[in-house]
C-alpha cells in the first residue's frame, strides 16, 4: 500500500511514518498539505492523511487531488468540521469499491464528515470510522455500525504487556503486534456490518489481547526475558476498578 502522511506536527508525522513502515507499506512524508497537493498531482497513493496544514487549501484543491491520488482510504485529523465535502466523497466513491473513510477530529463537531453522510454518499458502500463516538446508520434498509478509531484500544495494553515482561523498550513490531491482535479482536459478524473496530463495550477484553500480543513479541525479540505462564500473569497483573463496599458516616 502507498500512503501519503502531511501533517504538521513533526513527531507526530514520524511516528506515523514509524508505525506505516513497520507494516511494510510505502509512505512519503509532506510537511504541509501544500505539498501534499503537489505530490498526488504527479502520482497515485492507496490512502491520504491530511491534518490542519489544509488550513488555507481550497476544496477545488482537496477535490483535485483526491481525483489525481485514486486514494481508496481519507484519514481526517484536522479539526475542520465539514471539510470533506460530498463532492470530495463522491469523486472517491468513483474509482473505490468500498472506500474507508475515518473522520477522527474531536469533538464530533468538529468531524470532517458525519458518517450518516458519507454512507450517503458513497450509496451506502462507504466503511467509516471515526474519532468521536457516533451512533448506528441506517442506508436502504441496511444498519451500518460505526466503528470508534480510538487509542484506548492499543496503548493500555501495550503498556501492559511491555511492562509485564520488562521490556527494554518498545519496537516497530510490537505496535504492529498490537495492531494484529486488535484487528483479529474484530468479529466477523462487525465486519459484515461495515466496524472496522470493535465496540468500544469490549475495550478491556481487547486490551487483554493486545497486551499478550506485545509482551510475546518482545520476548521474541529479545527486548525481555521469557516469562513462565506469561498469559496468566498478564491476566494477574491487569488492574480491576474493585473497591471495598463504604457507607456514609
Given at each position: ?129 471515526t474519532g468521536s463516538p ?51 479482536a474484530v468479529d466477523p ?61
Open positions: 500500500m502507498r500512503l501519503l502522511v502531511a501533517v504538521s506536527n513533526e513527531p507526530l508525522a514520524h511516528a506515523i511514518h514509524g508505525a506505516l513502515l513497520a507494516g511494510r507499506h510505502e509512505v512519503s512524508l509532506a510537511s504541509t498539505g501544500s505539498i501534499a497537493l503537489a505530490a498526488v498531482a504527479k502520482e497515485s497513493f492507496d490512502a491520504v492523511i491530511l491534518d490542519e496544514s489544509l488550513l488555507g487549501i481550497s476544496t477545488e484543491q482537496l477535490i483535485e487531488s483526491l481525483r489525481n491520488a485514486r486514494a481508496s482510504v481519507l484519514i481526517g485529523v484536522s479539526g475542520i468540521p465539514g471539510v470533506f465535502t460530498e463532492e470530495m466523497i463522491r469523486r472517491m466513491a468513483l474509482h473505490a469499491e468500498r472506500p474507508i473513510i475515518m473522520p477522527l477530529s474531536n469533538p464530533t463537531s468538529h468531524a470532517e464528515v458525519t458518517p450518516s453522510s458519507a454512507i450517503e454518499w458513497t450509496d451506502g458502500r462507504a466503511i467509516v470510522a457516533f451512533p448506528a446508520v441506517s442506508f436502504n434498509g441496511v444498519t451500518h455500525e460505526i466503528g470508534q478509531a480510538n487509542n484506548v484500544f492499543v496503548f493500555p495494553g501495550m503498556g501492559l504487556g511491555a511492562l509485564t515482561v520488562g521490556a527494554s523498550r518498545v519496537s516497530g513490531k510490537m505496535f504492529l503486534a498490537a495492531s494484529k491482535a486488535l484487528a483479529d459478524e462487525l465486519v459484515a456490518a461495515g466496524q472496522i473496530y470493535p465496540s468500544i463495550s469490549d475495550v478491556r477484553a481487547t486490551s487483554l489481547q493486545v497486551a499478550k500480543a506485545v509482551a510475546h513479541q518482545a520476548v521474541a525479540e529479545g527486548l525481555a526475558e521469557p516469562v513462565a505462564d506469561l498469559d496468566q500473569r498478564i491476566e494477574e497483573e491487569m488492574w480491576f476498578p474493585e473497591y471495598l463496599p463504604y457507607r456514609p458516616i
